[in-house]
Nanobody, 120 residues
Framework: VQLQASGGGLVQAGDSLRLSCVTS????????MAWFRQAPGKQRELVAT???????NYAASVKGRFTISRDGAKNTVFLQMNSLKSEDTAVYSC???????????????WGQGTQVTVSS
């Protein structure tokens, strides 16, 4: 299973970026998708999730600034990041997960990270 993240870069505070995560049709159709981030010296943080039904959830630190979406036709999940702050600087990774109803275990896949650096 491949998840290919892209779109990171160096921006100034207040700017916007859109991250993309391309995967397979099976994954985008059946798996919950998520974006995580990890800043240097900090634990990995869940940023946003989107279910197969389109329900979204956000970390309090990004709510109102970030938007997660999925495009089934393009097999892609996006993270639109607006009003970026220096504290948003991190490596952002996409993740796909699926709860196996028959045994309660999780099937999880990770993409490689993309660096987002916000200068103040």
């Amino acid at each position: 299973v491949q998840l290919q993240a892209s779109g990171g870069g160096l921006v100034q505070a207040g700017d916007s970026l859109r991250l993309s995560c391309v995967t397979s049709g099976r994954i985008i159709t059946h798996y919950r998708m998520a974006w995580f981030r990890q800043a240097p010296g900090k634990q990995r943080e869940l940023v946003a999730t989107i279910t197969t039904g389109g329900r979204t959830n956000y970390a309090a630190s990004v709510k109102g600034r970030f938007t997660i979406s999925r495009d089934g036709a393009k097999n892609t999940v996006f993270l639109q990041m607006n009003s970026l702050k220096s504290e948003d600087t991190a490596v952002y990774s996409c993740e796909a997960d699926y709860l196996r109803a028959w045994d309660g275990s999780w099937e999880v896949y990770w993409g490689q990270g993309t660096q987002v650096t916000v200068s103040s």
